[in-house]
């Protein structure tokens, strides 16, 4: 649903080419699948952002793997609030640019960088660095939806308390959606990253909190939309009083990039401590059940998982 | 009755000073009830756990710095101090009351109301304006700075900011993540918890207090089975110990109303040493 070949359609494509190649050489055809999750970490992370992040997505293949020429995209970043960027409860600007640079670069025909925010947008815009970062980038489109019109009522099949709800038009006609979150905790639901992020994507949040099981309505969101791929913001974790914050913040100096959404999620949840311990990935309620619905893993293969360090 | 919107207009009405001039008053936000959701999103759940009445907002913006002063107002005292308790991190100041200076954000409590005056500007350099700001809101809001008596049960020398007073399962969402909250907490109880430096692991002492001595025995033997630990039945009362799946040593006893639990202990000599010295 989220695109116009789904992430599903899209992994078993991509397994099939690695399989095909590897098949040919001879070898083991397993050892040769592409990560699900990479994660590039260490002082040069922060001193050159589009360096790291373009080493974070070698593995994956690169961004020419998710965007061919005239691609319509994606890019959700949490803009929730009205803080500078010292304060990490957005996505890095500087990381916003370089993807979108990139997905220009592969040939994408516009780049919309999209939320939904929790406050006025008008006072997000003006603060987050977001539209400094992509000013002059032609094709590339920053804006925070004000209008209701903006969003098209839809079905959740899978959902098991949510059955519906009102979608950005955008978010489901796009050809590739690339969520970019940032690492953060949550009061309510423990930590916020590329799952908990959907929620900026949809017009009736406060139903979420008030009608539903937050974790459950969270997993039912994500059962339509599945970005294809995630890349999160994990250069300092907001680790006590998110996700406005200003909590406190921990340097890890960390880009993880990722097909599977639950799993990038879950090495995020364990990047840094969160409210002044060690939480384990299963122990976030939301990620636990989206495992359950077999949306993703919170533990892939090691030979699924790449770390590098810069 | 003070509500938090009379108290920031009390404020802009007051005469000139600093840091109220009449002209940088701006646009006061109410946000009520549940209407907290529109301002904060997720974060609200915490809030309205703690009795969340209204928030009054207001903007302040001198040259070259900006700040948001956010003042709530909860269901009493101790729900402002349980906010508070979620958010005081830094170190501390004197406004007039107790306060905690984090970067880009002061807070404290006063009476029902917890105060947060956030930096939208560079955090360091908005450290005095934010000290300035919560003294001129620290004198009109009207009531006392004082924990709830809970506090004083739970050992001293507790890791800086650990510190945890809880009133329902929605409040201790952030403390327990396995489902241990729905367990031991109800609407009645009330509930410290704390963390103090260990071993391998830091030790957690939390002592709840309930209505009724039936409820706090329930308690016990809940979470007793949920840990899987060897629980004893004493007249009246329940305990139980043992080695928890992560490997640390727990204690807990319920007797009069009380249950006292610690947990994170490296043995099971050390755990019950600890739960000894929760009163």
């Known amino acids: ?310 | 009755m003070r509500t938090a919107i009379t108290l920031v207009s009390v404020l802009l009405m007051a005469p000139a000073s600093d840091y109220f001039p009449d002209e940088s008053a701006g646009k006061i936000e109410v946000f009520k009830g549940q209407k907290l959701f529109d301002y904060m999103n997720g974060g609200a759940e915490l809030y309205l756990a703690y009795g969340f009445v209204e928030i009054a907002v207001w903007n302040y913006a001198t040259a070259g710095n900006q700040a948001t002063v956010e003042i709530y107002e909860m269901g009493g005292l101790a729900e402002a101090y349980g906010i508070f308790s979620h958010t005081s991190r830094g170190d501390p100041v004197d406004v007039g009351v107790p306060a905690m200076l984090a970067r880009g954000m002061l807070s404290f409590y006063k009476g029902k109301f917890y105060v947060r005056v956030v930096a939208k500007s560079d955090p360091v350099k908005a450290r005095d304006l934010l000290i300035a700001l919560g003294k001129q809101v620290a004198a009109t809001v009207p009531g006392e700075s004082k924990p709830p008596k809970e506090v004083g049960f739970l050992p001293e020398g507790s890791i800086k900011g650990s510190l945890r007073y809880l009133v329902n399962p929605e409040t201790a969402r952030t403390i327990w993540f396995d489902g241990e909250g729905k367990l031991i907490l109800t609407k009645q109880a009330k509930a410290v918890t704390a963390f103090y430096p260990g071993g391998d692991a830091d030790i957690q002492a939390t002592r709840i207090s309930y209505p009724d001595k039936a409820a706090a025995v329930k308690a016990c033997r809940a979470l007793g089975k949920k840990l899987a630990l060897k629980t004893a039945e004493a007249r009246g009362g329940c305990s139980a110990s043992g080695k928890a799946e992560d490997g640390v040593f727990t204690a807990l006893a319920a007797k009069d109303g009380v249950l006292r639990w610690v947990t994170g202990a490296p043995d099971q000599k050390s755990a019950s040493a600890w739960l000894a010295k929760v009163k």
């Open chain 1, 1 to 310: 649903m989220a695109g116009k070949y789904d992430r599903r359609e899209f992994l078993k494509k991509s397994a099939l080419a690695s399989a095909a190649l590897v098949v040919g050489g001879g070898l083991d055809v397993r050892a040769a699948q592409k990560p699900v999750l990479v994660k590039v970490s260490g002082p040069g992370v922060p001193r050159d952002i589009a360096k790291a992040v373009k080493k974070v997505l070698e593995p994956l293949g690169g961004m020419r793997a998710f965007v061919k020429k005239g691609h319509k995209v994606l890019l959700k970043p949490n803009v929730g609030f009205p803080t500078p960027p010292e304060h990490h409860a957005t996505t890095s600007p500087a990381m916003l640019k370089t993807v979108a640079q990139m997905a220009l670069d592969c040939g994408a025909s516009k780049v919309l960088i999209l939320d939904n925010p929790t406050r006025r947008p008008e006072a997000c815009m003006k603060v987050v660095g977001i539209k400094e970062a992509v000013a002059g980038m032609k094709n590339v489109h920053f804006f925070l939806p004000t209008s209701d019109k903006m969003y098209v009522q839809t079905k959740v099949p899978r959902g098991k308390v949510l059955k519906r709800t009102e979608i950005l038009k955008d978010a489901l006609s796009v050809d590739v959606h690339i969520a970019m979150p940032i690492a953060k905790s949550h009061n309510a639901a423990g930590f916020t990253g590329a799952l908990k992020g959907m929620m900026g994507l949809i017009l009736d949040r406060e139903s979420f909190h008030s009608r539903f099981d937050l974790n459950q309505a969270i997993v039912d969101l994500n059962t339509v939309l599945k970005p294809h791929l995630v890349i999160m913001d994990g250069l300092k974790v907001m680790a006590t009083d998110g996700p406005a914050g200003p909590g406190e913040l921990i340097t890890r100096n960390a880009i993880l990039a990722g097909t599977d959404a639950v799993a990038v999620d879950a090495a995020s949840v364990e990047l840094a401590p969160l409210y002044g311990r060690k939480i384990k990935s299963r122990q976030i309620k939301h990620l636990k059940l989206a495992e359950e619905m077999s949306l993703g893993v919170l533990k892939p293969p090691a030979d699924r998982v790449v770390t590098l360090e810069m």
